[in-house]
Every structure is written in C-alpha cells, then in structure tokens.
C-alpha cells in the first residue's frame, strides 16, 4: 500500500491556461474523490468515481472543469482557462466503500496557483 | 441547508486534554469522521462514530450524540506533534460527507 499520490505537489499558471492534475489512488479502492480546499476552510467537494463512471459532479464546478478516470485507475481533473479564483489545494482522496462507511484516504494535494 | 461548527481555534497545553466540539444539521446521518491535518499536508482519517457513545484509540477520542446533533473529539496527554486542525465531516442520506471548516488546534509548552 503506497498511498495515494498526486501529482504535480505544486503548480503555478498564468490566468486563461489550461492546468492538468493527476491522481493515482490506492490500489484496491474503487471509489475516488476530488476535493478543493482554501485556506482555513475544509474540504470542498468537486466529483467522484466508482471505478470508471463518474457518479457526482458538485454544481459549484463549472463547465470549466472536468474530471476523468478511464479504465477506473488513476484519475485526471483538468482546469481549462484558468482564473485566479482557482487558486486553491486539490485534494485527491480513494476509499474502498461499496456501500458500507469506509473512511477516506487522502493524497498531499496538489497546491495551484493561478497569477 | 447542511451545515458543521467547529470553533476556529483553540489552545492548549503540552500534557494536558482538550475538547473539540462538532455540532451538525444535515439532511439525514450515515455517520460522523473526524480528520486530523498538518499544515500543508492532506487530512488522515482519526475516527468515525455512527452510533452514540464514545470510542476510545489511544490517546484519542470520540464522543457522539445522534438526538443533539453533536460531536466531539477529546485529546489526552497532548504532544506538541498535536498541532494542526481537526475537522469534522458527516456522511448525510445521500452518503455525502458534509465538511467543517476545521478547528486549528495550538499546543504551547
């Protein structure tokens, strides 16, 4: 078990670029998540998958965004003309619920800053 | 609407207890984590409570109240290592979890 891990740890962009971040969850979890985070507040729910599909999109995450997670293993989430608004912690989390409470793993984030 | 309070920040002192309180309203309750997250770094599941009464892990833990909508998180013998914020999260009907925006928790010696 090597965790979850993201990737880029840190990105800088200038406004109106497009951004890409990637996710590779735990191996035999099938659930995974992605999360935006500020400053002082928590976790702030974007999407999820269980494997491939993508089952919940938040209505806060515009058409600028997208998220995709082909063959239900690693995960991309693509920010497509970037604002500064964006500037926040991506989190990528995977858990192995199939209906039961299992708790949520979490990788480092990746931090975005848009200049 | 769903919504969590934590307070934003309390402080301690090393070898002593604290209580963090977590209070919720949410469309239904599937269950209440409580994460613990270094600054800069992701939140690490701490505990999860679905029934109510208190579950102990070492040093730390976790109380719940379904009837009162209430949480809290108890920390004993407290490390300088204690240091971060702690945030609460419900699993509401749909199995969303709804988040707190964390209470940062500062240990002095």
């Known amino acids: 078990d090597t965790g979850v891990s993201q990737d880029p740890r840190h990105k800088i962009t200038k406004r109106g670029q497009n951004v890409t971040f990637r996710c590779d969850p735990i191996?035999?979890?099938?659930?995974l998540y992605w999360y935006r985070q500020t400053l002082g507040q928590g976790p702030e729910f974007l999407t999820y998958?269980?494997?491939?599909?993508?089952?919940?999109k938040s209505r806060l995450l515009s058409d600028r965004f997208s998220a995709e997670r082909p063959k239900g293993s690693f995960s991309t989430l693509e920010i497509q003309r970037t604002e500064q608004g964006d500037s926040a912690m991506y989190l990528c989390?995977?858990?192995?619920?199939?209906?039961?409470?299992?708790?949520?793993?979490f990788g480092n984030g990746t931090r975005l800053t848009v200049t | 609407g769903q919504n969590i309070d934590q307070p934003t920040e309390m402080t301690a002192t090393e070898g002593a207890i604290v209580q963090i309180n977590c209070t919720y309203q949410t469309s239904g309750f599937n269950g209440l984590f409580w994460y613990q997250q270094h600054a800069g770094e992701a939140p690490t599941f701490l505990s999860y409570?679905?029934l109510d009464g208190l579950e102990e892990k070492g040093r730390f833990s976790s109380f719940l109240s379904r009837s009162k909508g209430y949480s809290y998180l108890l920390l004993k013998e407290l490390q300088m290592k204690d240091s971060a914020s702690y945030l609460c999260?419900?699993?509401?009907?749909?199995?969303?979890?709804?988040w707190g925006a964390g209470t940062k928790l500062i240990i002095k010696p």
């Open positions: 998958f269980q494997n491939e599909a993508q089952l919940e």
């Open positions: 191996s035999e979890h099938n659930r």
């Open positions: 989390a995977s858990s192995s619920g199939t209906g039961d409470i299992s708790p949520l793993h």
């Open positions: 409570n679905v």
């Open positions: 999260a419900v699993t509401d009907s749909n199995y969303q979890l709804i």
